[in-house]
Nanobody, 122 residues
Protein backbone atom coordinates (compact mmCIF):
# COMPACT_ATOMS: atom_id res chain seq x y z
CA UNK A 1 0.00 0.00 0.00
CA UNK A 2 1.14 3.51 -0.73
CA UNK A 3 -0.46 6.79 0.31
CA UNK A 4 -0.11 9.85 -1.90
CA UNK A 5 -0.44 13.52 -1.01
CA UNK A 6 -0.25 16.31 -3.58
CA UNK A 7 0.79 19.87 -2.92
CA UNK A 8 1.73 22.97 -4.86
CA UNK A 9 -1.46 23.94 -6.63
CA UNK A 10 -2.73 27.48 -6.74
CA UNK A 11 -3.72 30.46 -8.86
CA UNK A 12 -1.30 31.73 -11.51
CA UNK A 13 -1.51 34.02 -14.51
CA UNK A 14 -1.21 32.65 -18.01
CA UNK A 15 2.43 32.21 -18.91
CA UNK A 16 3.41 31.57 -15.33
CA UNK A 17 4.72 28.47 -13.59
CA UNK A 18 3.78 26.12 -10.79
CA UNK A 19 5.44 23.09 -9.33
CA UNK A 20 3.32 20.23 -8.02
CA UNK A 21 4.68 17.61 -5.67
CA UNK A 22 3.41 14.14 -4.87
CA UNK A 23 4.71 12.81 -1.58
CA UNK A 24 4.39 9.12 -0.87
CA UNK A 25 4.34 7.12 2.33
CA UNK A 26 4.04 3.43 2.96
CA UNK A 27 6.26 2.22 0.15
CA UNK A 28 8.90 3.62 -2.12
CA UNK A 29 7.57 5.16 -5.32
CA UNK A 30 10.46 3.74 -7.31
CA UNK A 31 8.65 0.42 -7.73
CA UNK A 32 5.52 2.05 -9.12
CA UNK A 33 4.51 3.70 -12.32
CA UNK A 34 3.57 7.20 -11.21
CA UNK A 35 1.44 9.55 -13.24
CA UNK A 36 -0.24 12.90 -13.08
CA UNK A 37 -3.82 13.21 -14.28
CA UNK A 38 -6.07 16.22 -14.38
CA UNK A 39 -9.77 16.81 -14.50
CA UNK A 40 -11.44 20.02 -15.52
CA UNK A 41 -15.13 20.70 -14.74
CA UNK A 42 -17.38 18.73 -17.03
CA UNK A 43 -14.51 16.85 -18.63
CA UNK A 44 -13.03 13.39 -18.35
CA UNK A 45 -9.96 12.79 -16.22
CA UNK A 46 -6.99 12.85 -18.56
CA UNK A 47 -3.40 11.71 -18.49
CA UNK A 48 -0.84 14.49 -18.22
CA UNK A 49 2.51 12.86 -17.55
CA UNK A 50 4.05 9.66 -16.24
CA UNK A 51 7.37 8.33 -15.01
CA UNK A 52 8.62 4.75 -14.92
CA UNK A 53 12.02 4.51 -13.29
CA UNK A 54 13.67 7.40 -15.17
CA UNK A 55 11.63 7.19 -18.36
CA UNK A 56 9.20 10.06 -18.75
CA UNK A 57 6.05 10.47 -20.82
CA UNK A 58 3.82 13.41 -21.63
CA UNK A 59 0.50 14.16 -23.21
CA UNK A 60 0.87 16.12 -26.43
CA UNK A 61 -0.93 19.07 -24.87
CA UNK A 62 1.81 19.59 -22.26
CA UNK A 63 4.90 18.36 -24.07
CA UNK A 64 7.65 20.96 -23.95
CA UNK A 65 5.98 22.86 -21.11
CA UNK A 66 5.74 20.32 -18.27
CA UNK A 67 8.52 18.24 -16.75
CA UNK A 68 8.05 15.26 -14.46
CA UNK A 69 10.82 14.14 -12.14
CA UNK A 70 11.39 12.05 -9.06
CA UNK A 71 13.41 12.48 -5.90
CA UNK A 72 14.01 9.02 -4.51
CA UNK A 73 15.53 10.30 -1.29
CA UNK A 74 12.35 12.24 -0.53
CA UNK A 75 10.06 9.63 -2.08
CA UNK A 76 8.37 12.28 -4.17
CA UNK A 77 7.43 12.86 -7.78
CA UNK A 78 7.15 16.43 -9.01
CA UNK A 79 5.55 18.10 -11.98
CA UNK A 80 7.09 21.39 -13.08
CA UNK A 81 4.56 23.31 -15.14
CA UNK A 82 5.77 26.23 -17.23
CA UNK A 83 4.08 28.48 -19.79
CA UNK A 84 0.73 27.71 -18.23
CA UNK A 85 -2.41 28.29 -20.24
CA UNK A 86 -6.00 28.78 -19.19
CA UNK A 87 -6.81 25.34 -20.56
CA UNK A 88 -4.46 23.84 -17.98
CA UNK A 89 -6.95 24.79 -15.28
CA UNK A 90 -8.05 21.61 -13.52
CA UNK A 91 -7.72 19.52 -10.41
CA UNK A 92 -4.44 17.64 -10.70
CA UNK A 93 -4.10 14.16 -9.24
CA UNK A 94 -1.08 12.03 -8.55
CA UNK A 95 -1.61 8.32 -9.12
CA UNK A 96 0.41 5.14 -8.87
CA UNK A 97 0.10 1.59 -10.09
CA UNK A 98 2.22 -1.52 -9.88
CA UNK A 99 4.12 -2.56 -12.97
CA UNK A 100 6.35 -0.86 -15.47
CA UNK A 101 4.07 -0.45 -18.44
CA UNK A 102 2.84 3.03 -19.24
CA UNK A 103 -0.91 3.20 -18.88
CA UNK A 104 -2.70 6.44 -19.65
CA UNK A 105 -6.21 5.47 -18.59
CA UNK A 106 -7.09 6.48 -15.06
CA UNK A 107 -9.07 3.36 -13.96
CA UNK A 108 -5.88 1.32 -14.22
CA UNK A 109 -4.29 3.17 -11.32
CA UNK A 110 -4.71 1.75 -7.84
CA UNK A 111 -3.55 4.62 -5.66
CA UNK A 112 -4.60 8.25 -5.76
CA UNK A 113 -3.93 11.46 -3.97
CA UNK A 114 -6.70 13.83 -2.97
CA UNK A 115 -5.99 16.27 -5.79
CA UNK A 116 -4.78 19.85 -5.92
CA UNK A 117 -6.45 22.71 -7.75
CA UNK A 118 -4.55 24.57 -10.46
CA UNK A 119 -6.21 27.70 -11.80
CA UNK A 120 -4.65 29.69 -14.64
CA UNK A 121 -6.13 33.12 -15.24
CA UNK A 122 -5.99 34.65 -18.69
Amino acid sequence: QVQLVESGGGLVQAGGSLRLACAASGRTLVVYTVAWFRQAPGKEREFVSGIIWDDTYYADSVKGRFTISRDNAKNTVSLQMNSLKSEDTAVYYCAARSGRALVTTWPEYNYWGQGTQVTVSS
